[in-house]
């Protein structure tokens, strides 16, 4: 299993936006994305502007086509004037997980 986390922030004022924002690629994901184990969104309790993703992968085709899929392109164009400051990236291989 492969795992990106991102942690950014959106720009003053523009956090529900955001949230919305993330709403559609989530939806995007659920509907288009088979290779996409899981794809959470936190929204950070103490800074609304704050935002963690945990994105779950079946391999590094499946990132790398979420990586580059025309979607995502075209919800960057959209909404990267949202983002506040750089976008903190982490991929690695998930070692452990606890599953309810």
Known sequence: MIVLNAIFRAKAGKGDAMQAALDEMTAHVI???????????????DDPLRFITYER??????????????????????YGALFEGELVRYV??????KHS
């Open 31 to 45: 509907q288009n994305e088979r290779g996409t184990i899981g794809f959470y969104v936190c929204r950070d309790g």
């Open 57 to 78: 992968f079946a391999d590094r085709a499946a990132l790398d086509a979420h990586n580059s899929s025309a979607f995502r392109d075209q919800w960057i164009a959209r």
């Open 92 to 97: 690695g291989r998930e070692t452990a997980a």
